[in-house]
Protein backbone atom coordinates (compact mmCIF):
# COMPACT_ATOMS: atom_id res chain seq x y z
CA UNK A 1 0.00 0.00 0.00
CA UNK A 2 0.77 3.45 -0.49
CA UNK A 3 2.03 5.36 2.42
CA UNK A 4 1.39 8.79 0.62
CA UNK A 5 -1.93 8.52 -0.36
CA UNK A 6 -2.77 7.69 3.56
CA UNK A 7 -0.61 11.11 4.65
CA UNK A 8 -3.45 13.07 5.40
CA UNK A 9 -5.67 10.86 7.16
CA UNK A 10 -2.68 10.18 9.17
CA UNK A 11 -2.25 13.65 9.83
CA UNK A 12 -6.39 14.54 10.65
CA UNK A 13 -7.11 11.74 12.09
CA UNK A 14 -6.97 11.63 16.14
CA UNK A 15 -4.24 9.55 17.97
CA UNK A 16 -7.05 7.61 19.71
CA UNK A 17 -9.26 7.09 16.46
CA UNK A 18 -8.88 3.56 14.47
CA UNK A 19 -7.59 4.02 11.01
CA UNK A 20 -9.92 3.09 8.67
CA UNK A 21 -7.15 1.55 6.95
CA UNK A 22 -6.72 -0.70 9.61
CA UNK A 23 -9.94 -1.86 9.94
CA UNK A 24 -10.20 -2.70 6.16
CA UNK A 25 -6.92 -4.88 6.30
CA UNK A 26 -8.48 -6.84 9.17
CA UNK A 27 -12.16 -6.90 8.45
CA UNK A 28 -11.78 -11.04 7.84
CA UNK A 29 -10.11 -12.51 10.65
CA UNK A 30 -12.42 -14.05 12.05
CA UNK A 31 -13.78 -16.34 9.33
CA UNK A 32 -10.01 -16.97 8.38
CA UNK A 33 -8.79 -18.30 11.84
CA UNK A 34 -10.89 -21.27 11.66
CA UNK A 35 -9.42 -21.61 7.65
CA UNK A 36 -5.63 -21.27 8.78
CA UNK A 37 -5.85 -23.86 11.51
CA UNK A 38 -7.40 -26.19 8.45
CA UNK A 39 -4.62 -25.92 6.81
CA UNK A 40 -2.10 -25.71 9.12
CA UNK A 41 -3.34 -29.49 9.75
CA UNK A 42 -1.91 -30.18 5.85
CA UNK A 43 1.19 -27.90 4.85
CA UNK A 44 1.44 -27.45 1.35
CA UNK A 45 5.09 -27.12 -0.06
CA UNK A 46 5.76 -24.98 -2.33
CA UNK A 47 8.38 -25.94 -5.00
CA UNK A 48 9.35 -22.11 -5.95
CA UNK A 49 10.51 -21.59 -2.06
CA UNK A 50 12.65 -25.25 -2.93
CA UNK A 51 14.35 -23.80 -6.00
CA UNK A 52 15.68 -20.42 -3.29
CA UNK A 53 16.38 -23.07 -1.63
CA UNK A 54 18.63 -25.06 -4.02
CA UNK A 55 19.67 -22.01 -5.19
CA UNK A 56 21.48 -21.38 -1.90
CA UNK A 57 23.34 -24.84 -2.23
CA UNK A 58 24.97 -24.07 -5.49
CA UNK A 59 28.86 -24.74 -5.55
CA UNK A 60 29.14 -25.61 -2.45
CA UNK A 61 30.44 -29.50 -1.83
CA UNK A 62 27.01 -29.74 -0.55
CA UNK A 63 24.99 -28.20 -3.43
CA UNK A 64 26.58 -30.88 -5.06
CA UNK A 65 25.55 -33.68 -2.31
CA UNK A 66 22.05 -32.66 -2.68
CA UNK A 67 22.10 -32.46 -6.44
CA UNK A 68 23.01 -35.98 -6.12
CA UNK A 69 20.56 -37.18 -3.52
CA UNK A 70 17.76 -35.45 -5.31
CA UNK A 71 18.51 -38.38 -7.90
CA UNK A 72 17.85 -40.18 -5.25
CA UNK A 73 20.64 -41.17 -3.16
CA UNK A 74 18.42 -40.86 -0.11
CA UNK A 75 21.70 -41.57 2.66
CA UNK A 76 23.45 -38.12 1.08
CA UNK A 77 20.23 -36.03 1.56
CA UNK A 78 20.32 -37.06 5.33
CA UNK A 79 23.50 -35.04 5.64
CA UNK A 80 22.32 -32.09 4.61
CA UNK A 81 22.27 -29.07 7.19
CA UNK A 82 19.09 -26.20 7.54
CA UNK A 83 17.86 -23.94 10.16
CA UNK A 84 13.98 -22.74 10.47
CA UNK A 85 15.21 -19.39 11.91
CA UNK A 86 14.87 -21.23 16.01
CA UNK A 87 17.73 -23.80 15.54
CA UNK A 88 20.02 -25.50 13.37
CA UNK A 89 19.03 -29.37 11.99
CA UNK A 90 19.25 -31.64 9.15
CA UNK A 91 17.25 -32.32 6.34
CA UNK A 92 15.83 -36.19 6.18
CA UNK A 93 12.83 -38.08 5.50
CA UNK A 94 10.19 -36.88 7.79
CA UNK A 95 8.75 -40.67 8.36
CA UNK A 96 12.31 -41.28 9.81
CA UNK A 97 12.00 -40.17 13.77
CA UNK A 98 13.44 -36.86 15.13
CA UNK A 99 13.94 -37.82 18.64
CA UNK A 100 13.95 -34.82 20.79
CA UNK A 101 12.71 -32.50 18.17
CA UNK A 102 10.26 -31.81 15.18
CA UNK A 103 10.25 -31.77 11.71
CA UNK A 104 9.72 -28.43 9.90
CA UNK A 105 8.61 -27.80 6.26
CA UNK A 106 10.27 -25.18 4.00
CA UNK A 107 13.79 -25.43 4.76
CA UNK A 108 15.45 -28.46 2.67
CA UNK A 109 15.22 -28.79 -1.10
CA UNK A 110 13.66 -31.69 -2.81
CA UNK A 111 10.75 -33.39 -2.22
CA UNK A 112 8.47 -32.10 0.50
CA UNK A 113 9.05 -35.56 2.67
CA UNK A 114 12.34 -34.24 3.23
CA UNK A 115 12.21 -31.48 6.55
CA UNK A 116 14.42 -29.56 8.55
CA UNK A 117 14.81 -31.74 11.82
CA UNK A 118 15.40 -29.38 14.53
CA UNK A 119 16.08 -31.18 17.66
CA UNK A 120 15.12 -29.82 21.27
CA UNK A 121 12.35 -27.70 20.34
CA UNK A 122 8.61 -28.63 19.48
CA UNK A 123 7.78 -25.28 18.19
CA UNK A 124 4.16 -25.18 16.16
CA UNK A 125 4.77 -25.72 12.74
CA UNK A 126 3.70 -22.56 10.24
CA UNK A 127 1.72 -24.05 7.48
CA UNK A 128 4.39 -22.59 4.34
CA UNK A 129 1.70 -23.30 1.53
CA UNK A 130 1.59 -19.56 0.27
CA UNK A 131 3.85 -17.74 3.45
CA UNK A 132 7.16 -16.10 2.17
CA UNK A 133 9.97 -17.74 3.26
CA UNK A 134 11.50 -14.64 5.12
CA UNK A 135 8.16 -14.37 7.32
CA UNK A 136 7.83 -17.94 8.26
CA UNK A 137 11.54 -18.52 9.41
CA UNK A 138 11.14 -14.75 11.33
CA UNK A 139 7.76 -16.75 12.68
CA UNK A 140 9.95 -19.41 14.30
CA UNK A 141 12.75 -16.79 15.17
CA UNK A 142 9.98 -14.83 17.28
CA UNK A 143 8.48 -18.31 18.92
CA UNK A 144 11.98 -19.37 19.77
CA UNK A 145 12.07 -16.59 22.49
CA UNK A 146 8.98 -17.57 23.62
CA UNK A 147 8.04 -21.34 22.89
CA UNK A 148 5.13 -22.18 24.95
CA UNK A 149 2.57 -19.53 24.58
CA UNK A 150 1.80 -20.42 21.12
CA UNK A 151 -1.03 -23.53 20.21
CA UNK A 152 -0.79 -22.75 16.51
CA UNK A 153 0.31 -20.29 13.60
CA UNK A 154 -1.68 -18.78 10.47
CA UNK A 155 0.29 -17.30 7.67
CA UNK A 156 -1.34 -17.37 4.04
CA UNK A 157 -5.14 -17.03 3.66
CA UNK A 158 -7.32 -15.78 0.56
CA UNK A 159 -10.09 -12.60 2.11
CA UNK A 160 -12.08 -10.72 0.82
CA UNK A 161 -10.68 -7.76 1.93
CA UNK A 162 -6.86 -6.18 1.11
CA UNK A 163 -4.96 -8.20 3.73
CA UNK A 164 -1.01 -9.35 3.94
CA UNK A 165 -1.83 -12.54 4.92
CA UNK A 166 -3.69 -12.91 1.10
CA UNK A 167 0.07 -12.57 0.24
CA UNK A 168 1.28 -14.50 2.48
CA UNK A 169 3.18 -11.53 4.25
CA UNK A 170 1.13 -11.89 8.11
CA UNK A 171 1.19 -14.38 10.85
CA UNK A 172 -1.33 -15.01 13.43
CA UNK A 173 -0.06 -16.55 16.39
CA UNK A 174 -3.03 -18.14 18.22
CA UNK A 175 -2.73 -18.31 22.24
CA UNK A 176 -2.82 -20.64 24.52
CA UNK A 177 -4.82 -18.30 26.88
CA UNK A 178 -6.50 -15.55 25.32
CA UNK A 179 -6.01 -11.98 27.01
CA UNK A 180 -5.23 -10.68 29.78
CA UNK A 181 -1.81 -12.38 29.10
CA UNK A 182 1.17 -10.94 30.30
CA UNK A 183 3.75 -13.09 28.26
CA UNK A 184 1.83 -12.55 25.21
CA UNK A 185 2.09 -8.61 25.95
CA UNK A 186 5.92 -9.20 26.05
CA UNK A 187 6.00 -11.39 23.02
CA UNK A 188 4.07 -8.79 20.77
CA UNK A 189 6.27 -5.92 22.65
CA UNK A 190 9.61 -8.30 21.17
CA UNK A 191 8.33 -8.52 17.54
CA UNK A 192 7.80 -4.65 17.97
CA UNK A 193 11.25 -3.92 19.80
CA UNK A 194 12.89 -5.81 16.48
CA UNK A 195 10.96 -4.47 13.98
CA UNK A 196 13.70 -3.68 11.89
CA UNK A 197 15.36 -6.95 11.40
CA UNK A 198 12.00 -8.83 11.25
CA UNK A 199 10.98 -6.73 9.03
CA UNK A 200 7.62 -5.98 10.85
CA UNK A 201 5.14 -4.02 9.01
CA UNK A 202 2.31 -3.72 12.18
CA UNK A 203 1.18 -5.62 15.16
CA UNK A 204 -2.39 -5.56 16.39
CA UNK A 205 -2.73 -7.73 19.58
CA UNK A 206 -5.69 -7.66 22.59
CA UNK A 207 -7.26 -4.57 21.38
CA UNK A 208 -4.23 -1.89 20.48
CA UNK A 209 -2.30 -1.65 17.28
CA UNK A 210 1.32 -0.32 16.58
CA UNK A 211 2.32 0.61 13.13
CA UNK A 212 5.52 0.92 11.72
CA UNK A 213 4.00 2.43 8.53
CA UNK A 214 3.05 5.59 10.49
CA UNK A 215 6.98 5.60 11.77
CA UNK A 216 5.68 4.78 15.02
CA UNK A 217 8.26 4.21 16.83
CA UNK A 218 8.99 1.43 20.22
CA UNK A 219 6.65 1.66 23.60
CA UNK A 220 5.43 -0.59 25.65
CA UNK A 221 1.72 -1.84 24.59
CA UNK A 222 -0.21 0.00 27.10
CA UNK A 223 0.33 3.47 25.16
CA UNK A 224 -0.21 1.50 21.15
CA UNK A 225 -3.61 3.46 19.29
CA UNK A 226 -6.93 1.35 20.24
CA UNK A 227 -7.52 -0.89 17.20
CA UNK A 228 -11.35 -1.22 16.60
CA UNK A 229 -11.71 -3.84 14.82
CA UNK A 230 -14.88 -3.24 12.09
CA UNK A 231 -18.65 -3.01 13.21
CA UNK A 232 -18.70 -5.95 10.55
CA UNK A 233 -16.99 -8.15 12.66
CA UNK A 234 -18.39 -7.48 16.04
CA UNK A 235 -16.21 -7.13 19.17
CA UNK A 236 -15.87 -10.30 20.17
CA UNK A 237 -12.30 -11.58 21.35
CA UNK A 238 -11.28 -12.97 17.88
CA UNK A 239 -11.87 -9.47 16.05
CA UNK A 240 -10.44 -7.79 19.07
CA UNK A 241 -7.63 -9.56 18.68
CA UNK A 242 -8.01 -11.04 22.05
CA UNK A 243 -6.68 -14.55 21.47
CA UNK A 244 -3.94 -13.96 18.55
CA UNK A 245 -1.24 -11.79 17.84
CA UNK A 246 -1.50 -10.58 14.89
CA UNK A 247 1.89 -9.11 12.78
CA UNK A 248 2.32 -7.87 8.92
CA UNK A 249 5.74 -7.80 7.69
CA UNK A 250 7.16 -5.29 4.75
C1 LIG B 1 10.28 -40.99 2.56
O1 LIG B 1 9.96 -42.18 3.26
C2 LIG B 1 8.80 -42.83 2.77
C3 LIG B 1 8.48 -43.97 3.71
O2 LIG B 1 9.62 -44.72 3.96
C4 LIG B 1 9.06 -43.29 1.34
O3 LIG B 1 7.92 -43.91 0.81
C5 LIG B 1 9.37 -42.08 0.49
O4 LIG B 1 9.72 -42.47 -0.81
C6 LIG B 1 10.54 -41.30 1.10
N1 LIG B 1 10.71 -40.08 0.32
C7 LIG B 1 11.90 -39.63 -0.08
C8 LIG B 1 11.90 -38.40 -0.92
O5 LIG B 1 12.95 -40.19 0.22
C1 LIG C 1 4.42 -16.49 31.86
O1 LIG C 1 5.34 -15.70 32.54
C2 LIG C 1 5.52 -16.06 33.88
C3 LIG C 1 6.38 -15.02 34.55
O2 LIG C 1 7.48 -14.70 33.74
C4 LIG C 1 6.09 -17.47 33.95
O3 LIG C 1 6.29 -17.88 35.27
C5 LIG C 1 5.13 -18.40 33.26
O4 LIG C 1 5.67 -19.70 33.23
C6 LIG C 1 4.82 -17.94 31.86
N1 LIG C 1 3.81 -18.77 31.27
C7 LIG C 1 4.00 -19.43 30.15
C8 LIG C 1 2.84 -20.23 29.65
O5 LIG C 1 5.03 -19.38 29.53
C1 LIG D 1 15.69 -8.86 19.21
O1 LIG D 1 16.44 -7.84 19.81
C2 LIG D 1 17.28 -8.28 20.86
C3 LIG D 1 17.96 -7.08 21.44
O2 LIG D 1 16.99 -6.12 21.75
C4 LIG D 1 18.26 -9.28 20.35
O3 LIG D 1 19.01 -9.80 21.43
C5 LIG D 1 17.54 -10.41 19.68
O4 LIG D 1 18.45 -11.27 19.07
C6 LIG D 1 16.60 -9.88 18.62
N1 LIG D 1 15.85 -10.99 18.06
C7 LIG D 1 15.51 -11.05 16.79
C8 LIG D 1 14.73 -12.26 16.38
O5 LIG D 1 15.80 -10.20 15.98
ZN1 LIG E 1 -4.05 -11.87 11.06
Redesign the pocket.
Known amino acids: MKITSFLPIFLLASSVLACPMDDEIHGDIIERDAEIVARSAEPDFDLLEVRDEEDEFDGSEEGELNARSLEGEGELMARATCNNGAGSGVCANKSKSCSGGKYYAGFCPGSSAIQCCVKGTKLPSIPIGGCKKYVYTNGYKIMKQ ?1 P ?2 ISNVGCKGSRAYKSDHAVGKALDFIL ?2 IAPN ?2 ATKMAEYIMRNYSSLKVKYIIWNGKIWNRERKETPKPWSQWRKYTPPKALGTNCNARHCNHIHVSFF
Open positions: FTLKKPN
